[in-house]
């Protein structure tokens, strides 16, 4: 049924990637052994310090040494040990999200993240853009239902979606939902997802390190709260008085703590004393440090991610394309007194326990990590914001680059040059539809002149070229309205859903499923599902009226409109639905938009023709047992039904179906 079988390149990235899981099996084994020995060598050290009191007191030297090497010994096990597991931790979320990228290889319609639209987010770094997307058309929640953006059980966005932070799952949500307008906008967005989508290796390892984030939304909302409302632990200028008493302080307890282990007990009572300075003198403070201390508590687990991941990618991301934007957001984040600076402190910050009350008590501890967390940020807020948004839009075009790497058949849309608006698809399918079950068809639209249009197209110096779009083997210029006519299940809604799919996942900057594909930046508008609405006391007739109202009101304006409308006015009288849709079709015919109306009745495309526009079809065959269709486009006026054969084929009574068959001859005659 289908005639586009899996090309040689993603048959290729399937093989590459069934072998870069082996190989991160593999690296992932030999690194969980190493983590397993430096555990050995921790737990050695620590028996060892604990077993050289066994030689109390008769080998005082043995024990000092033992003790000293030790904890030595230990530290650098500590410190290893910790490397090795972030090491073999990033391997294996680099194999989960290869083996999640294997389960679409190859064009499978399956969510691999989720389906659902993600909802608002109220912090300020999470709003924050790095790759602009200039001006913008919002969708309905018509269009978003018309084009199945979160259809049960997978949607457009489900089957795009790879976000691991609801920051980036938002970014998407955002990019579909608003499709760009301007072709510079979307050529930057484009070259960034094209890039993300050829370097198979560098994807990979990004969106491990991205997958870290899993299960950090809380926290992530958290730092983006702390960082945004960030304010000194320590009121104006009392800071270098503080640290001097705690200096002083310090020596104090030390000075006493020594006089105090050569037998001079009375020393003990100033440290008693400088406790209770130090409890007076921070009563007043007690309350902000526990709201501050609370919120970088509940930042820190992202907070240390957040630095690993922005290390990766400035690592990984280049210097050219629009990730250049997103790898200098991140690469200031990883300067050294920014977050780097902030999570030394609040490491010390997070120590806690018995230790961490004496010194509470007796040198202000923290109070003054939290205020060295607090100055680190304070002067790199912007930046530590900049980068969540900088988050949002790699997970965001990392998802398109995942769609472009693995579905098989896809191009590049470009943009067509010049001010007549057009639209040319080949061999456009649905990618909803599984590739081996796909059939390609074509389109070719070209309405009027659209104002605002420019030809300077690229930000990069590469115009698209000048389009004339000719629908193969016409031989003639293409209209601005096509009127697709065919029987029930033939293809016609199915034909409109792909441009528009096609449509808007191009203005959001990836690639398409056609063969090739140019067209003009518009207003994309849809009438293809249309349901009564109770709440807003809107019968099923008047809901259709006012959306096809956008579609005639909103013809002029510097970007054309993609107009989908199937069967028009289906919510009244066949007579009174038929004058209507004339009536349509010849205004949207003489306007500057692209539009196609797919319709049953072939008397109203017949008789659209005088308006100048072109009839397209779908068709079937009776086979022995069942109706074959084979899903292609063709041009002219459909000339078969099959609704009431439907009905013979579904069981309905015999003298049922003769009744039908009669009236619907009469109904010809007349």
């Not at 194999?95 to 190859?106: L, N, Q, T, W, Y």
């Not at 001079?264 to 209770?276: N, R, S, Y």
């Not at 007076?280 to 930042?299: D, I, N």
């Not at 907070?303 to 290390?311: D, H, I, M, S, T």
Request: glycine content about 10%.
């Amino acid at each position: 049924m289908g005639d586009l079988d899996l090309t040689a390149e993603a048959r290729g990235y399937q093989r590459w990637l069934a072998a870069r899981v082996r190989e991160l099996d593999v690296e992932g084994r030999r690194w969980s052994r190493v983590e397993s020995r430096a555990s050995w060598v921790r737990l050695g050290a620590f028996l060892l310090m604990a077993g050289a009191w066994a030689l109390v007191p008769q080998w005082w030297p043995a024990v000092v040494a033992a003790v000293v090497g030790g904890a030595a010994l230990f530290a650098w096990a500590v410190r290893r040990h910790h490397r090795v597991w972030l090491k073999a931790e990033g391997l294996r979320r680099e194999k989960v999200v290869a083996e999640e990228s294997g389960r679409r290889a190859g064009g499978a319609v399956a969510a691999v993240r989720w389906n659902a639209r993600p909802g608002d987010l109220a912090g300020e770094g999470a709003r924050e853009v790095i790759v602009p997307a200039g001006d913008t058309w919002a969708l309905s929640e018509q269009e978003r239902d018309d084009l199945d953006l979160y259809a049960a059980p997978v949607g457009l966005f489900g089957l795009l979606n790879r976000a691991s932070a609801k920051v980036g799952a938002a970014r998407l949500r955002d990019w579909l939902e608003n499709p760009c307008l301007e072709w510079p906008r979307i050529a930057a967005r484009q070259d960034a997802v094209r890039w993300l989508a050829a370097h198979h290796e560098e994807r990979l390892q990004l969106t491990g390190a991205l997958a870290a984030l899993r299960g950090l939304d809380p926290s992530l909302a958290a730092f983006d709260a702390a960082v945004a409302d960030v304010r000194p632990v320590l009121p104006r200028g009392a800071a270098w008085p503080v640290r001097a008493w705690t200096i002083v302080g310090a020596m104090v307890v030390v000075a006493c703590l020594w006089l105090v282990t050569h037998g001079m007990v009375e020393w003990g009572t100033p440290i008693l004393l400088l406790a209770l300075v130090n409890w007076g003198a921070t009563a007043g403070l007690r309350g902000r440090v526990a709201v501050v201390r609370r919120q970088w508590e509940e930042a820190a687990d992202f907070a240390e991610e957040y630095l690993r991941l922005a290390q990766c990618a400035a690592g990984i991301l280049p210097r050219d394309t629009a990730l250049a934007d997103v790898r200098a957001a991140l690469e200031a984040v990883c300067a050294p007194h920014a977050l780097p600076g902030a999570l030394r402190w609040l490491r010390w910050s997070a120590s806690g326990g018995l230790i961490q009350a004496v010194l509470n008590a007796l040198v202000m501890y923290d109070v003054h990590a939290l205020d060295g967390v607090v100055r680190h940020v304070t002067p790199h807020r912007h930046e530590l914001l900049r980068g969540l948004g900088a988050i949002a839009d790699v997970e965001a075009l990392a998802s398109l680059a995942c769609f472009a790497a693995e579905e098989p058949g896809v191009t590049w849309p470009g943009a067509v040059e010049g001010a007549r608006a057009a639209l040319v698809i080949e061999a456009g399918r649905h990618p909803m539809i599984a590739p081996a079950r796909a059939v390609g068809n074509d389109l070719a639209l070209s309405g009027g002149e659209v104002g605002g249009q420019s030809s300077e197209l690229r930000e990069d110096g590469k115009p698209s070229p000048v389009l004339v779009p000719v629908m193969p083997g016409e031989g003639d210029a293409a209209h601005g309205v096509w009127v697709v006519t065919g029987s029930n299940m033939s293809g016609k809604s199915t034909f409109l859903r792909m441009v528009g799919v096609n449509v808007l996942m191009a203005q959001a900057g990836g690639a398409v499923t056609a063969a090739a594909m140019q067209w003009s930046p518009a207003r994309l508008m849809t009438d293809l599902r249309i349901r009564d609405n109770l709440a807003k006391g809107e019968s099923y007739f008047l809901a259709e009226v006012r959306q096809l109202r956008r579609m005639i009101v909103a013809g002029d304006g510097a970007h054309p409109i993609v107009g989908l409308v199937d069967e028009p006015f289906r919510g009244t009288n066949h007579q009174e639905q038929r004058a209507a849709t004339l009536a349509i079709v010849e205004h949207l015919a003489g306007g500057r938009g692209l539009f196609l109306l797919a319709t049953h009745d072939r008397d109203v495309a017949r008789a659209a023709e005088a308006f100048g526009v072109r009839n397209w079809h779908f068709r079937e065959e009776l086979g022995e047992r069942e109706m074959v269709f084979d899903y292609r486009i063709r041009p002219g006026v459909a000339a078969t039904r099959n609704a009431l054969r439907v009905l013979e084929r579904e069981g309905y009574p015999n003298a049922l179906v003769e009744r039908a068959h009669r009236w619907a001859q009469q109904d010809a005659g007349e």
